[in-house]
């Protein structure tokens, strides 16, 4: 199957990449985040209040098993999609799984502009360095391609991830 998954630490600009992405690829950009909004009902933060972590992530699982079934769309996932192996192997055995990296201090900068993101609220530099090295194996695990967002601008990485794609023969 010939699914796009982004992935990568909140911050990293998925959501903007996969829209890029769309203009060389005539694929549907599917926003796992918002999906889950709006099987939900309620916004990221509320059902991280009401329903837990847990909860999200079995939502999250949930909606990556049915978008698995699809072809031909770029997700752009939700910065924890890796933290369970289930949603590892599904992506890995629908697709590609592109990772968008960047350093901890461009990440803390761009997550520090909005409170939509609970698991990061109020969160120190130090604290999210902590989060991502707890991270890093799974994403690496999960990744067929990285990509350094931090270095590149949006049309560099996009471009990036279509010479890799290419490269790697998942564009066929
Ligand atoms: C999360 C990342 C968020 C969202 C939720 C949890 C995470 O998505 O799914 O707040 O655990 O990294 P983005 O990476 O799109 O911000």
């Given at each position: 199957?010939?699914?796009?998954?982004?992935?990568?630490?909140?911050?990293?600009?998925?959501?903007?990449?996969?829209?890029?992405?769309?203009?060389f690829l005539p694929f549907q950009v599917v926003e796992m985040d918002e999906a889950i909004e709006r099987v939900e009902a309620m916004s990221i933060p509320e059902i991280f209040e009401k329903k837990g972590?847990?909860?999200?992530?079995?939502a999250e699982s949930q909606l990556l098993s049915i978008i698995a079934k699809e072809n031909n769309q770029i997700i752009s996932c939700g910065g924890g999609i890796v933290l369970r192996q289930e949603n590892i192997d599904t992506m890995k055995?629908?697709?590609?799984?592109?990772?968008?990296?960047?350093?901890?201090?461009?990440i803390f900068d761009r997550v520090n502009r909005n409170d939509k993101r609970p698991?990061?609220?109020?969160?120190?530099?130090?604290?999210?360095k902590k989060?991502?090295?707890?991270?890093?194996?799974?994403y690496k695990n999960?990744?067929?391609?990285?990509v350094d967002a931090s270095t590149l601008n949006v049309d560099e990485v996009t471009s990036e991830i279509v010479k890799q794609l290419a490269l790697a023969g998942r564009l066929n």
């Open positions: 199957m010939n699914n796009i998954y982004l992935i990568g630490f909140m911050g990293t600009g998925k959501s903007t990449v996969a829209k890029k992405l769309q203009r972590e847990d909860g999200f992530r079995n055995s629908s697709g590609t799984v592109v990772r968008l990296d960047a350093t901890p201090e461009v698991l990061v609220k109020g969160k120190t530099l130090d604290d999210i989060m991502i090295s707890d991270r890093e194996e799974a999960a990744a067929d391609i990285t």
